[in-house]
C-alpha cells in the first residue's frame, strides 16, 4: 500500500463554554479542528489533526511512500525542511502528517494504534483540565464537579494574572474533587505569565494553602535557567515542554535540571511524544502529554513506561466525530476500532461549518468581535 494523496477539511469543536488561559479566552467556545485525511491506493485513508499549512511543501516527502514506515517518514519529513527549520506551522504538519501515518499502520494491521504501538491496556489515566480561566466561580465549580461525577481526582487550573483567585480556585477544586479521593492531585498552569522571582514568591504563598503537584509553564519555555531556579527553590515539580517543536529543544531543560515532569504537545504528533518520553525516561522522569481534539496521543501515552497521566479537556468531540472512547473512571478508555478510532462524517462536518457561518467568503477565521479571542481585561488595559 502506498500514499497517494491528502485532502483537507475543517471541522469545528463546541465547548458549550467559554474556553481560554491567562493570554486569551474564546468567548464563544467554538474552535476550529483542521482535519488531513492521508489516502492511499488500497482504499484506507488515515486521519490526522491539527494545522497542516505547508502540506505542500511536505507532501512530497511521503508521496509513494508505504504507510507502515512511520518512524523513517517522520526523519525523512525532517530531513525534507532541515535547511529551512521545522519549527511551528512546519512542525504542526508533520505531525498531522504523523499522526495520518500512524492511523493507516494500526488500520493495516487491523487493530487499535495502542495494540500496535505496545500497550497492554486501554486504559489512560488523566487528569481534568476545563481550559477555565473565563468562566466565573459558579460555573468553575459547576464544571468541575462534572469532572468529579466522572471519577476523576485531580485537575489542572488555569490562572496567572490573580493569586487569590488562583489559591482559591484550586482550594474549590479540591473540595470538588475530596469526593473521590482523600488526596486530589491539583495542577496550576500560568502559560508562561511570570517571570522567576514571580514565580518563586507566589509558589511559597501557594504552598501556604494547597499542596500542589505541579506548576506549569511558570516561566518562558526557552528559560532554562528559570526554570532551574523554581525548582530548586519550590517544593512543587515544574512542568513544563508542550509548546517545544523537537526533541533537541529539551536539551537545555534537561541539562539544567530544570524540569521534574516532562510535557510534550498532542498536537506536534506521536512520533515526538514517543521520543520525547524515551528522553524522559532516560534520566527518570516521568512525562504527560498535553490533550487536543478526539486525544489522538492517548493510544502512545498507554504505552510509554513513564507516562503519569493524560491532560481531558472535555468530554464532547468535534461535531461530525466518532471516537471510539470513553471519558470515564478519571481517565480515558480506548476503544477497539483500527487505528485512532476516529471516524469522519465529512456531510455532518460540511453541514455544522455553513451553519455556523465559515463557509461564507473571508473563510473560517473570519469571527465577529464578540465571538472570537477576547484579551483579558489586565491585556487589553496594556493594549491601550
Given at each position: 500500500m502506498k500514499i497517494t494523496g491528502y485532502r483537507s477539511l475543517t471541522a469545528f469543536h463546541d465547548w458549550q463554554r467559554p474556553v481560554g488561559d491567562v493570554n486569551g479566552i474564546v468567548e464563544s467556545g467554538i474552535t476550529e479542528v483542521p482535519v488531513l485525511l492521508l489516502e492511499t491506493d488500497g482504499g484506507l485513508t488515515g486521519i490526522g489533526l491539527g494545522s497542516h499549512r505547508e502540506i505542500d511543501?511536505?507532501?512530497?516527502?511521503?508521496?509513494?511512500?508505504d504507510p507502515r514506515g512511520v518512524a523513517t517518514l517522520y526523519d525523512t519529513m525532517l530531513s525534507h525542511v532541515f535547511k529551512s527549520g521545522h519549527a511551528g506551522a512546519t512542525f504542526g504538519t508533520i505531525a498531522a502528517i504523523d499522526m495520518a501515518l500512524w492511523d493507516l499502520k494500526a488500520k493495516m494491521a487491523e487493530e487499535p494504534l495502542w495494540r500496535t504501538l505496545g500497550a497492554g491496556d486501554r486504559f489512560v489515566s488523566g487528569y481534568a483540565s476545563g481550559l477555565c480561566y473565563g468562566l466565573?466561580?459558579?460555573?468553575?465549580a459547576e464544571h468541575y464537579g462534572q469532572w468529579a461525577e466522572r471519577g476523576f481526582t485531580a485537575a489542572k487550573i488555569k490562572g496567572g494574572r490573580d493569586l487569590d483567585r488562583d489559591i482559591a480556585r484550586l482550594e474549590t477544586a479540591r473540595e470538588i474533587l475530596s469526593r473521590n479521593t482523600s488526596r486530589?492531585?491539583?495542577?496550576?498552569?500560568?502559560?508562561?505569565?511570570?517571570?522567576?522571582?514571580?514565580a518563586i514568591r507566589h509558589l511559597a504563598e501557594?504552598?501556604?494553602r494547597v499542596d500542589l503537584t505541579w506548576i506549569e509553564e511558570p516561566v518562558r519555555r526557552w528559560d532554562s535557567a528559570g526554570h532551574a531556579r523554581i525548582a530548586r527553590a519550590a517544593k512543587t515539580a515544574v512542568a513544563t515542554g508542550e509548546n517545544l517543536t523537537g526533541l533537541e529543544q529539551y536539551?537545555?531543560?534537561?541539562?539544567?535540571?530544570?524540569?521534574?515532569?516532562v510535557q510534550a504537545g498532542s498536537v506536534w504528533g506521536i512520533t515526538h511524544f514517543l521520543r520525547v518520553a524515551m528522553a524522559a525516561h532516560s534520566r527518570g522522569l516521568p512525562v504527560s502529554p498535553v490533550a487536543y481534539n478526539a486525544n489522538p496521543v492517548a493510544h502512545a501515552a498507554a504505552a510509554v513506561p513513564n507516562m503519569i497521566g493524560i491532560e481531558v479537556q472535555d468530554f464532547a468531540f468535534p461535531a461530525g466525530f466518532d471516537v471510539d472512547q470513553q471519558i470515564a473512571e478519571g481517565g480515558i478508555v480506548l476503544g477497539d476500532r483500527p487505528g485512532l478510532g476516529i471516524e469522519i462524517d465529512e456531510a455532518a462536518v460540511a453541514s455544522a461549518v455553513a451553519a455556523i457561518g465559515w463557509g461564507e467568503r473571508g473563510g473560517p477565521h473570519r469571527r465577529p468581535a464578540d465571538a472570537g479571542l477576547r484579551l483579558v481585561p489586565e491585556m487589553r488595559r496594556a493594549a491601550e
Open positions: 511543501r511536505l507532501f512530497p516527502a511521503v508521496e509513494g511512500a466565573d466561580d459558579a460555573a468553575f486530589p492531585a491539583l495542577m496550576l498552569d500560568v502559560n508562561e505569565a511570570w517571570n522567576t522571582k514571580q501557594i504552598a501556604k536539551a537545555p531543560l534537561f541539562d539544567a535540571g530544570a524540569v521534574d515532569i
